[in-house]
């Protein structure tokens, strides 16, 4: 299959406060050696307890670190990002519309008209329509200002979308929209996700692939079946049995 995102052998660190002796600052690694691909059509689920270091890899992914070192090789153009809390991550004195089309001006190559269609199209595509792009994100429901975060990310379409705890603030019936939307684009798009979650039962229902972490480690990696029916790895027991 081809590729569209390989890790080699990364590392990352940050530096903690300095020390009272020396006035150094101490640089702490985060990530441990993490390697693993994403292939195209592909959904790849990243687990792991707060703090393992989940966060970290998508800023690597993302290319918002700086210090690490190994290498981060995307096979297509850049990466786009769906937040947890689309509130927050949409700019909130703006209309879906503009929201939508700066995105498309920020990535250049579409004449005005060309780029109010487009609006129009991944509006429709995304189950909303062309009557929400003069709405601001707060006259929306959750679902459906996640739906415009989901739209942002797809509209200049890229190959590769990190999808940071996409549905773990939505309620049960809007998480089961919100999977099948997001299962439908990549059919349509023939994207590929790398899908954060804390919710097992989410990644055994829209990841082909999984990788464990635990303290910046990737522990294990299998496909969905083999990690939820043949655990390997003690960590990745203690998770699924937590679940149970």
């Known amino acids: 299959m081809e590729s569209i995102l390989e890790v080699r052998n ?10 009272l002796i020396g006035g150094r600052s101490k640089r702490r690694q985060v990530l441990h050696n993490v390697s693993f691909t994403v292939n ?31 290498e981060i090789i995307h096979h297509s153009k850049r990466p786009q990002m769906i937040f947890q809390d689309p509130f927050s ?3 909130p004195v703006r209309p879906v519309g503009w929201i939508l089309e700066e995105a498309l ?17 991944v509006l429709t595509q995304v ?10 994100p707060r006259e929306l429901s959750g679902g459906q200002r996640q739906r415009v975060s ?6 200049t379409r890229p190959k590769l979308i990190v999808a940071d705890e996409p549905v773990s603030a939505l309620d049960v019936t809007i998480q ?43 522990v294990e990696q299998n496909s969905v079946e083999e990690i939820f029916n043949n655990p390997r790895h003690p960590y990745t027991k203690q998770l699924l049995k937590a679940v149970e």
């Open 89 to 91: 991550s949409l700019n």
């Open 10 to 19: 990364l590392n990352s660190y940050y530096e903690e406060g300095r020390s």
């Open 150 to 155: 989901i739209a942002a990310a797809v509209i």
């Open 105 to 121: 001006k920020i990535q250049g190559g579409h004449s005005s008209g060309e780029r109010k269609t487009l609006v129009d199209e």
């Open 176 to 218: 089961a929209q919100i999977l099948k939307l997001l299962y439908s684009l990549k059919k349509q798009y023939e994207l590929s996700y790398l899908f954060i979650s804390h919710d097992l039962n989410v990644i055994y229902q829209i990841c082909d692939r999984v990788l464990v972490m635990q303290q910046g480690v990737i």
């Open 40 to 70: 195209s059509g592909e959904t790849v689920g990243l687990v792991g307890e707060s703090g393992s270091g989940k966060t970290t890899l998508c800023r690597a992914v993302l290319g918002l670190l700086k210090d690490y070192d190994g």
């Open 127 to 136: 189950g909303l329509g062309p009557e929400y792009k003069g709405r601001l």
